[in-house]
C-alpha cells in the first residue's frame, strides 16, 4: 500500500480567509475536503493556493503528497480484503497554519493513519512559501542555520534522559532528519517524527531557535505538566 511519503498530531483549519498568529489574512489559500470513497474515516482536507500560476510550485508538491487517487485504491483495497476492520481505519490528513506576514507563508500538512494494532502513525510536512513570488523557501530554514544542529547532536548525546535513543547521530543527520518550520517572525521550529531519535512514547521532540538572539531551546514536555524551555548553551 502506498499512502503516504513520510510519516505532530493532527492539526486542521478550515475556511478560505485564515488567521495566523500575527492576525495577516491570507485569502491566497482555501481548503478542500473529501471523504475517500464516502469514507467518512478518510477524512482528507487539502490546502489549496487558488493563484495556479504564481503558486503552482506549491500546489504541485501539495498534491505528490496528498495523493487523492492512490488514497482511493489504498481505501478499496483495505476495505475489499479486510471488510470486518474497514471501519476502524482510520486516515486523517489538514493544514495548520502556523505564521503569516507580508513575506512569507508557513504551514504544515499534517497526517494520521491507523490501519491496526496497538497505535497509529503520525506525520508533518513543513512549508514556507515566499508570499510574493510563489516559490518554496523551506530549505532556508535549514541552510541559514545549520550551527544549530551541531547543539542538538550535542544535547541528545549529553541529556539522554530516557527521552532520546542512545544512537550516535551526526549534525547532517538531524538536519537532514528535521522538520523545521517557521513559527513566528524570529523564531522557528525543530521537529522530530516518531522513532527518528526517540521511541514512539516519547512523541515528537522539538526544539526552539530565535533567530535574532542566536538562543535554542529543547521544549521539555516530559519533566511535569507545562512545558519547560530548557535553553541549550
Not at 196 to 218: D, H, I, R, S, W
Request: hydrophobic share 35%; aromatic share 12%.
Amino acid at each position: 500500500m502506498k499512502i503516504f511519503k513520510s510519516v505532530l498530531l493532527l492539526m486542521i483549519f478550515s475556511g478560505i480567509c485564515i488567521m495566523a498568529k500575527t492576525e495577516v489574512k491570507v485569502p491566497e489559500i482555501k481548503t478542500e475536503t473529501v471523504y475517500i470513497n464516502g469514507n467518512k474515516n478518510y477524512e482528507i482536507i487539502k490546502p489549496v493556493f487558488t493563484n495556479n500560476v504564481k503558486f503552482k510550485a506549491v500546489n504541485d508538491e501539495i498534491n505528490k503528497l496528498i495523493d487523492v487517487e492512490a488514497l482511493k485504491e489504498d481505501e478499496k483495497e483495505i476495505c475489499v480484503n479486510d471488510p470486518e476492520r474497514c471501519g476502524d481505519y482510520v486516515v486523517s490528513v489538514g493544514p495548520d497554519l502556523i505564521y503569516a506576514d507580508n513575506n512569507v507563508i508557513s504551514f504544515t500538512i499534517n497526517g494520521y493513519q491507523y490501519t491496526g494494532g496497538a497505535h497509529g502513525g503520525s506525520w508533518v510536512t513543513a512549508f514556507l512559501v515566499n508570499r510574493k513570488t510563489g516559490k518554496i523557501i523551506t530549505d532556508t530554514l535549514k541552510t541559514n542555520n545549520k550551527a544549530i544542529f551541531n547543539k542538538i547532536q550535542k544535547y541528545i548525546t549529553d541529556n539522554p534522559e530516557g527521552i532520546f535513543f542512545e544512537d550516535k547521530y551526526t549534525a547532517e543527520d538531524l538536519m537532514n532528519n528535521a522538520v523545521v518550520y517557521q513559527s513566528d517572525k524570529d523564531t522557528i521550529g525543530i521537529m522530530y517524527m516518531s522513532y527518528a531519535v526517540a521511541p514512539y512514547a516519547a512523541g515528537m521532540p522539538e526544539f526552539e531557535y530565535n533567530t535574532k538572539t542566536k538562543k535554542l531551546y529543547f521544549l521539555d514536555s516530559y519533566s511535569g505538566e507545562k512545558v519547560q524551555k530548557v535553553e541549550i548553551k
